[in-house]
């Protein structure tokens, strides 16, 4: 079983930034792919990015690509993501994830965080 805790979110200007960690509970940290998914109102639980067990291979969603970065310190057990040049498109829960399963396009997710709510105002 793997514990996953978010921080980091809360509400920015669009054009802002805001990091978000994700600290995991597991001494096998480094054996899992981790990534972020986002659930804005209304809508379904979407991919946003991944990083690999290493640290040397990400995966992004189109929509964050070239403004969202995911890393990982596997020492710390904890994976980051930076949020920069933020949309009001961007605002929804951020949820962290622990997976076994990682593809060029996203990842699969064994198990997940409580959550991180970010805001973007215009």
């Known amino acids: 079983q793997v514990q996953l805790v978010e921080s980091g979110g809360g509400l920015a200007q669009a054009g802002g930034s805001l990091r978000l960690s994700c600290a995991a509970s597991?001494?096998?940290?480094?054996?899992?792919?981790m990534g972020w998914f986002r659930q804005a109102p209304g809508k379904e639980r979407k991919f946003v990015a991944a990083?690999?067990?290493?640290?040397?291979?990400?995966v992004y969603a189109d929509s964050v690509k070239g403004r969202f970065t995911i890393s990982r310190d596997n020492a710390k057990s904890t994976v980051y993501l930076q949020m920069n040049s933020l949309k009001p498109e961007d605002t929804a829960v951020y949820y962290c994830?622990?997976?076994?399963?990682?593809?060029?396009?996203?990842?699969?997710?064994?198990?997940w965080g409580q959550g991180t709510q970010v805001t973007v105002s215009s």
């Open positions: 990083i690999n067990w290493s640290g040397g291979n990400t």
């Open positions: 597991q001494r096998t940290f480094s054996s899992y792919h």
């Open positions: 994830a622990a997976g076994r399963y990682m593809t060029g396009q996203a990842m699969g997710a064994d198990y």
